[in-house]
């Protein structure tokens, strides 16, 4: 390999290596690579190791939407890499401080493609053949030998496939980069060769066949054939000449080949910068911002998943990416300015601009839409539509059966329109319902769901989720399969009685006056906590609790996590005995 790009795309496996709940390991110009799909489709690349011990994550176990590192439990989130579960140890830091890095991955022509680095265009689509001709993908085959021997090798002996074609002159060329085309005078097949770098002298060569129909069984076993004769012939050509190679050590580094040298994103850097390329004017008080990350790709995305901001006025706020699946050019997310705005979306209206640059951290999921094979439905209420809508579009782009129903003020406070009007029969709008109107819709749209095969997903204001959520449980719908985000708690407290903290691995103790939050505490006596919302919504500050009953005010933790003891948001909630031993 005498030259390795960074920033270009290059051929990591197929689509058919990555079965559901597969792991499958590769490399890349030496970098060792886990690549896996989630349950939604979506596929990761990630450096095959986890960030805690260094085991190889294709050890683990995919979760479908979190990959589990065998060696002590950790778990990290599909799309972001970030650390979601750290099982509880003395020892184990705060789940948010770990975080796989990942590397750009799309999904092309019936292959899975990634980058090192920043590519600056999508894996270009192959022009081969002619409109009426089928792809059928063949066989990929490691090979002990170089990308460009082998590709030499190709050029060179091309004639050696003749057979495959139906005999007659077959000439080969060079399509692009490490791609080889093959064809016959009269066009009738087509054979791609599209060549990984796997190490300094070993690829990887997947293949292809372009022909006016299915690659027959036939042609399938004579090419895999010749395929097989052919990695032979350059192998043995290999060990008749051996290379002799010097050893190389710290004092006598490589010259040949350009060290591959990835800025990974680690946890102290998952933070990207972003330029607003697009502002729209949704409605009177939603707008719509085009984030476009600067000197890096979009990572993979998935329904639900949020950002953190960092707003002009200073506050940190999460907003819902309300991306389709075939978006990857910049975060798109939807803000309604608040009446009783605290600064964040008040500044976010009025000095965002297209062209300002604003701080984003990596994009989280707490809200995962499951493929499960229940059937989804989606309730949306004003500005709660847009991780609903991330949701309805994957589901549409996937042809799957659901239903979304949008509850607004007004005809004139709905946002995102022309999205809206492309999810055709599946959405139905209600505009200027009250409270009772709204519980009665409710109740019809639940009265022909079949509890058992029903998912529902809600997100808007608290009452109507809470609504969603009882006429939901009164049809018989389980509670793990009524699933909801909050973009606002109202039950934060604003005092409360005092009580005593004491820190287990480091044996500090102080108090939590009456008129102060626990978060504030911690701050205040050195312990540093990472948040983000500060209402008990985004579950950034998630904090281990080993004693002490804890006075819970937050919206993230489940009923079965709250019931637990084990887990608090010192954000928002306090303790109710007097005294609280958390795992710091």
């Not at 040298?261 to 680690?266: C, E, I, L, T």
Request: glycine share 8%.
């Amino acid at each position: 390999m005498k030259s390795f790009d960074t920033n270009r795309w290059y051929p990591i496996a197929s689509a058919s290596d990555l079965p559901s709940r597969h792991v499958y390991q590769t490399s890349l110009a030496g970098q060792e690579l886990a690549v896996w799909r989630d349950d939604n489709g979506n596929v990761n690349a990630w450096e095959n190791r986890c960030p805690h011990r260094g085991l190889r994550l294709t050890l683990g176990v995919n979760l479908g939407h979190e990959l589990r590192c065998q060696y002590h439990g950790w778990t990290y989130e599909t799309g972001s890499g970030g650390c979601t579960f750290v099982p509880a140890h003395r020892d184990a830091t705060e789940p948010s401080s770990a975080c796989v890095p990942t590397f750009a991955v799309r999904e092309k022509e019936g292959l899975v493609w990634a980058s090192l680095g920043t590519p600056l265009v999508e894996p270009e689509a192959l022009q081969v053949g002619n409109s009426a001709h089928v792809r059928t993908l063949l066989r990929s085959l490691p090979f002990n030998a170089s990308q460009e021997e082998i590709s030499d090798a190709l050029l060179s002996q091309v004639n050696k496939f003749a057979e495959c074609v139906g005999g007659g002159e077959l000439r080969a060329e060079v399509a692009a980069d490490g791609i080889i085309k093959m064809q016959g005078r009269q066009d009738q097949k087509v054979i791609i060769f599209f060549l990984q770098p796997y190490s300094n002298h070993k690829a990887v060569v997947h293949t292809m066949v372009f022909a006016a129909g299915t690659a027959t069984l036939a042609f399938k076993t004579q090419f895999s054939q010749v395929f097989t004769e052919f990695r032979r012939s350059i192998e043995a050509s290999h060990v008749s000449a051996p290379k002799i190679e010097q050893i190389r050590t710290a004092l006598t580094p490589a010259t040949d080949v350009p060290a591959v040298v990835v800025p990974f994103p680690r946890a102290a850097s998952t933070e990207f910068k972003c330029v607003v390329t697009t502002r729209l004017q949704e409605t009177e008080d939603i707008i719509s911002l085009w984030l476009k990350p600067v000197g890096r790709v979009l990572p993979q995305l998935s329904p639900g998943m949020h950002i953190s901001v960092t707003t002009p006025a200073g506050p940190v706020r999460q907003y819902s990416v309300v991306n389709s699946p075939d978006e990857r050019d910049a975060f798109i997310i939807g803000i309604k300015r608040e009446p009783a705005s605290r600064g964040g979306s008040q500044s976010m209206h009025e000095q965002v601009a297209e062209g300002t640059e604003l701080a984003i951290t990596v994009p989280r999921n707490a809200f995962p839409l499951l493929r499960n094979g229940k059937r989804p439905v989606l309730i949306a209420g004003g500005i709660g539509i847009t991780p609903i809508l991330a949701m309805a579009q994957a589901l549409q782009a996937n042809s799957e059966d659901f239903e979304l129903h949008y509850f607004a003020r007004g005809a004139e406070h709905i946002p995102f329109g022309e999205r809206l009007r492309a999810l055709g029969a599946n959405l139905h709008v209600y505009a200027g319902l009250d409270a009772e109107a709204t519980r009665v819709k409710l109740e019809s749209v639940f009265a022909s769901a079949t509890p058992s095969q029903t998912d529902v997903y809600t997100c808007g204001p608290a009452a109507m989720i809470n609504c969603v959520s009882d006429v939901a449980a009164a049809r018989g719908i389980a509670e793990e399969s009524i699933r909801f985000e909050l973009f606002k708690n109202e039950d934060v407290p604003t005092g409360g009685a005092a009580f005593e903290v004491e820190l287990a691995k480091s044996g500090k103790h102080f108090t939590v006056s009456s008129d102060k939050s626990l978060l504030k505490a911690c701050w205040e006596n050195g312990v540093n906590i990472e948040a983000s919302c500060e209402q008990g919504v985004c579950g950034t500050c998630m904090t281990g609790v080993l004693s002490g009953d804890p006075e819970h005010h937050d919206t993230y933790l489940s009923k079965q996590e709250r019931e637990s003891g084990k887990w608090i948001m010192p954000c928002v909630s306090r303790c109710k005995n007097g005294k609280i031993v958390l795992d710091l």
